[in-house]
T-cell receptor, first 114, second 110 residues
């Protein structure tokens, strides 16, 4: 299984600012995923990030709000831009697991926007 | 429109007894169903899965049952242990992506 770390683990940010979340994997992976879990809600896929190509965003998420970088096969960043209190969530990155349907998740970044 | 629903936000069982967590879905195109377990301040970890062509998969204390006609799956944990206390997410796969339910918080009391 892959070991995934995320930075920061938590942050409290002011409305209107931006935060960049880092995701590091201990092995090379093709696909990385970014999820959001709002309070009391399910994990929702924001985008899929492949190295060397632009991220693919799910319905309801746009690149201007959630720009993603994928500079190599072990690292990705997600930026939450121009934050509002509605962006307060846990943000998780994940990678494909050993089987086609399994994913390994990082510990998450708990973001609070005031 | 929720495609994967976990209607019980919480469940409490006694140690040694059976825990049954339920999940309903609406999309008959899902090809795999998975259960993830999540402890506080950690990411979800994969627990067990089942293909849409199966009706049961067992792994130790964990068994997942799939009823396609009812679009329902359940996770059985027998016997339940205090260390099983966590949030359990049901997930379904379609077109390579996972769609998650809201989770059920299981508390196993000694």
């Amino acid at each position: 299984s892959a070991v995934i770390s995320q930075k920061p683990s938590r942050d409290i940010c002011q409305r209107g600012t931006s935060l960049t979340i880092q995701c590091q994997v201990d092995s090379q992976v093709t696909m990385m995923f970014w999820y959001r879990q709002q309070p009391g809600q399910s994990l929702t896929l924001i985008a899929t990030a492949n190295q060397g190509s632009e991220a693919t965003y799910e319905s309801g998420f746009v690149i201007d709000k959630f720009p993603i970088s994928r500079p190599n096969l072990t690292f990705s960043t997600l930026t939450v831009s121009n934050m509002s209190p509605e962006d307060s969530s846990i943000y998780l990155c994940s990678v494909e697991g050993g089987s086609a349907y399994e994913q390994y998740f990082g510990p998450g970044t708990r973001l609070t926007v005031t | 429109d929720q495609q994967v629903k976990q209607n019980s936000p919480s469940l409490s069982v006694q140690e040694g007894r059976i825990s049954i967590l339920n999940c309903d879905y609406t999309n008959s195109m899902f090809d795999y169903f998975l259960w993830y377990k999540k402890y506080p301040a950690e990411g979800p970890t994969f627990l067990i899965s089942i293909s849409s062509i199966k009706d049961k998969n067992e792994d130790g204390r964990f068994t997942v049952f799939l009823n396609k006609s009812a679009k329902h799956l359940s996770l059985h944990i027998v016997p339940s242990q205090p260390g099983d206390s966590a949030v359990y997410f049901c997930a379904a796969r379609t077109q390579g992506n996972l769609i998650f339910g809201k989770g059920t918080k299981l508390s196993v009391k000694p």
